[in-house]
C-alpha cells in the first residue's frame, strides 16, 4: 500500500467526493482524519476508516474558521502524529445570477473555499517542511477553468484556488512537496441537492449534461478519489502546480 505510514486530513470528508477520497486513501494505507461541519457524518466515514483497518479521527470545523481549523489540526497530531496528506475539498454550490446575490453570499462562497484552502493548508505546511514530504490537494471544479451560469462566486473562489495551487506549487516544489488540483466536472453527490435548484431543474440540467459528454455519464466520487490516490502518491513527484480534470471529456 503507497500511502502506509502517512497522516492524511480530508476536510469536507463527510459526504460526497471527500467521503470517497477518505476512503480511498484509507485503503491505500493513509491513516485518515474527517474535518467537516458535519460531525456526524464524519463520525460515520471515520467508523468505514477504522472498519478498514487504519486510524482516523472525526471533527467539527468550519473551514472558514482559521482557529477551529489550527486547533483540529492540533488534535488530529496528537492523535495520529505529523500531517503529509491534505486534501482541500469541504464546500457548497449555490446558483444565484449577479444581479440577486448579496454581499453575504459572495463572501461565504470566498471564506469557505478559498479562505478554507488558505487555513488548512496554512496550518499543515511547517509538518510538511519538517518531513520534507508533503502533498497538498485541493479540489477546484471546471466552473473554475470554464466559469458556470449563476456561479460567479463559486467560479471565482474555484479559480483562486487554482492560482493558489501554481503559486504554492512553486515555494515548496524544492521542499519535496506537491501542490496540485482536481478540476471536477458534474459528480453525482449531495451537494447537487443542496443547490436548492427544483428536482425537475436538476434532473434536466443533469441529462443535458450526460447528452453533452463524451463518456455520456456524470462522475462519480471514485472518479476522484483516483485521481487524489494518484496525486497524493510517490508515483506523482514530478507532477506539481497542475489542475487535472476528470470529466468525462466537457469542459464547461
Ligand atoms: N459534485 C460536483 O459536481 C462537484 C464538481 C466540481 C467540484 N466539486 C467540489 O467538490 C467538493 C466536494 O463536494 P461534493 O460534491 O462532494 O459535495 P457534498 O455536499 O457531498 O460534500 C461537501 C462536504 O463539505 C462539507 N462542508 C461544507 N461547508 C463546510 C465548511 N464551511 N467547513 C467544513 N466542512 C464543510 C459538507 O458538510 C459536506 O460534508 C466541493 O469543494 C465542491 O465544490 C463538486
Not at 480530508?10 to 467526493?17: N, P
Not at 483497518?53 to 481549523?69: E, F, L, M, T, Y
Not at 471565482?156 to 504554492?168: H, R, S
Request: proline share 4%; charged share 20%; glycine share 12%.
Amino acid at each position: 500500500m503507497s500511502l502506509s505510514g502517512k497522516t492524511a486530513i480530508v476536510t469536507g470528508g463527510a459526504s460526497g467526493i471527500g467521503r470517497g477520497i477518505c476512503l480511498r486513501l484509507a485503503r491505500d494505507g493513509a491513516n485518515v482524519a474527517i474535518l467537516d461541519l458535519d460531525l456526524a457524518g464524519a463520525e460515520k466515514v471515520a467508523a468505514e476508516v477504522m472498519a478498514g483497518g487504519r486510524k482516523a479521527v472525526a471533527c467539527q470545523v468550519d473551514v472558514a474558521n482559521r482557529s477551529q481549523i489550527d486547533t483540529a489540526v492540533a488534535r488530529v497530531r496528537q492523535e495520529l502524529g505529523p500531517i503529509h496528506i491534505l486534501v482541500n475539498d469541504a464546500g457548497i454550490g449555490e446558483f444565484v445570477p449577479l444581479a440577486q446575490m448579496n454581499e453575504a453570499q459572495w463572501d461565504r462562497m470566498i471564506a469557505i473555499h478559498l479562505k478554507g484552502t488558505f487555513n488548512c493548508t496554512k496550518a499543515v505546511v511547517q509538518d510538511m517542511i519538517d518531513a520534507k514530504w508533503g502533498r497538498v490537494v485541493s479540489i477546484s471544479s471546471v466552473a473554475g477553468l470554464g466559469g458556470g451560469m449563476g456561479l460567479v462566486h463559486y467560479s471565482a473562489a474555484k479559480a483562486g484556488i487554482i492560482g493558489f495551487t501554481k503559486a504554492l506549487a512553486q515555494e515548496l516544489g524544492p521542499l519535496g512537496i506537491t501542490v496540485n488540483a482536481i478540476a471536477p466536472g458534474l459528480i453525482d453527490t449531495p451537494i447537487i441537492r443542496k443547490s436548492q435548484l427544483p428536482e425537475e431543474q436538476i434532473r434536466g440540467w443533469i441529462e443535458t449534461v450526460v447528452g453533452r459528454t463524451p463518456v455520456r455519464r456524470v462522475g462519480a466520487p471514485d472518479d476522484i478519489a483516483a485521481a487524489c490516490a494518484y496525486l497524493a502518491s510517490e508515483d506523482a513527484s514530478f507532477f506539481t502546480g497542475q489542475v487535472m480534470s476528470p470529466n468525462g471529456g466537457l469542459y464547461t
